[in-house]
């Protein structure tokens, strides 16, 4: 079982407020990533990181931000949530190679509603 | 044209019958392709990956990539209702360092 997790896995917050999306894993990957997902939808890639201070943004664009200051650790923040905002969010995490870099391991989500 | 195409679906097949998921992509140069599942409501889960032309057998499960045509496939075999779920096609995008997910295949096995 993947030991990647996600807090809160449910939340609902105003227009205008400031979140932070916490994602953190105990296997040591070095590459982490956030996807959005709304129901029955494509998975789209908003951030990623390579390891230690190295983030990039994704396909989707995003008003997202991200950092990567430990490993284990990616959070994202919103500085200022809109009603567009409201989502699911999914963090993943792989290691390298030919099979690992592919192989990723997919938090619980966060359900996001603005309202 | 997306990079990786799955039709959605859904796709009904009774119990115990061989359900097929196609997909295909734009890159003729990717060599790895991977299959995850995703049951409603929650996160998707790998359980194929497939590198160079061929086959791939692991269980149930047969993943298959025809580089000359450009497409990926998925073959359960013996279907369960426990199968029913999207199943999504994942290929290499940017170099081998992320993922382009197709839009997923839902499957609906029924008893």
């Known amino acids: 079982e993947a030991d990647i997790y996600q807090t809160p896995r449910y939340l609902v917050i105003g227009t205008g407020k400031k979140i932070t999306l916490e994602c953190s894993q105990t296997m040591g990957h070095d590459k982490m990533y956030w996807y959005q997902q709304d129901p029955g939808m494509e998975l789209h890639l908003i951030h990623y990181?390579?390891?230690?201070?190295?983030?990039e943004k994704g396909d989707l664009s995003s008003e997202s931000t991200v950092s990567r200051i430990r490993t284990e650790h990616f959070p994202l923040t919103l500085e200022s949530a809109r009603p567009s905002h409201t989502s699911q969010y999914l963090c993943?995490?792989?290691?390298?190679?030919?099979?690992?870099?592919?192989?990723?391991?997919f938090g619980p989500g966060t359900r996001l509603t603005v309202t | 044209q997306k990079e990786v195409e799955q039709n959605s679906g859904p796709l009904s097949v009774p119990e115990g019958a061989i359900a097929s998921l196609n997909c295909t992509y734009s890159?003729?140069?990717?060599?790895?392709f991977f299959w995850y599942r995703q049951y409603s409501g929650k996160s998707p889960e790998l359980i194929m990956f497939?590198?160079?032309?061929g086959d791939k057998e692991d269980g149930r499960f047969t993943a298959q990539l025809n580089k000359a045509s450009q497409y990926v496939s998925l073959l359960i075999r013996d279907s369960q209702p426990s199968d029913s779920a999207t199943y999504l096609c994942?290929?290499?995008?940017?170099?081998?360092?992320?993922?382009?997910f197709g839009a997923g295949t839902r499957l609906a096995v029924h008893p």
């Open positions: 994942a290929g290499p995008t940017g170099g081998y360092n992320k993922l382009i």
């Open positions: 990181s390579y390891g230690v201070n190295s983030t």
């Open positions: 890159d003729r140069g990717s060599q790895s």
């Open positions: 993943a995490s792989s290691e390298g190679g030919l099979r690992g870099w592919g192989e990723q391991y």
């Open positions: 497939i590198y160079s032309n």
